[in-house]
């Protein structure tokens, strides 16, 4: 794989181009790398909003009807169900492992086995959620394994 760079102060915007034949494994890492960083949500906190990129999430949670937004250390509530959010980030790093949780793989320190085919994910910041046996297929089809 070649890389060309070509940096001016002339450009407003960076640009990404990539020229291949086939998308592969590596090229779909770099493409969803890129998608993470321009999609961004609306959460909300304390009564206030704010405009978070998705590369800073690091799962979503749906409990009692209502989505939180995982963060490194801050934890946020969105509008968006559950459905609505996969649907956003569809061909991103972000993929189901529960019926209540959309994981960014981005964020994945380590991956084991657990008990009844499931698998435990711990995230870069310490941790630990499950995915359950219905998606583990899909869990592991995203990391290429």
Do not use: W
């Amino acid at each position: 794989m070649k890389l060309k760079l070509d940096c001016s102060p002339e450009y407003k915007e960076a640009e990404v181009s990539i020229k291949c034949s086939a998308v592969d494994d590596r090229l779909q890492k770099i493409i969803d790398i890129v998608q993470n960083d321009e999609k961004q949500l609306t959460v909300k906190k304390d009564d206030f909003s704010r405009v978070i990129k998705a590369s800073d999430i690091y799962y979503f949670e749906s409990v009692d009807e209502k989505s939180f937004v995982y963060c490194k250390s801050e934890v946020y509530s969105s509008e968006l169900r559950l459905y609505e959010i996969e649907e956003l980030l569809s061909n991103t790093s972000f993929v189901r492992i529960s019926k209540s949780c959309i994981l960014n793989t981005d964020v994945l320190d380590k991956v084991r086995i657990s008990l009844n085919a499931k698998m435990e994910a711990t995230l870069q910041n310490g941790e630990r959620v499950l995915i359950t046996r219905h998606y583990v297929p899909a869990f592991k089809k995203k990391l290429g394994l």
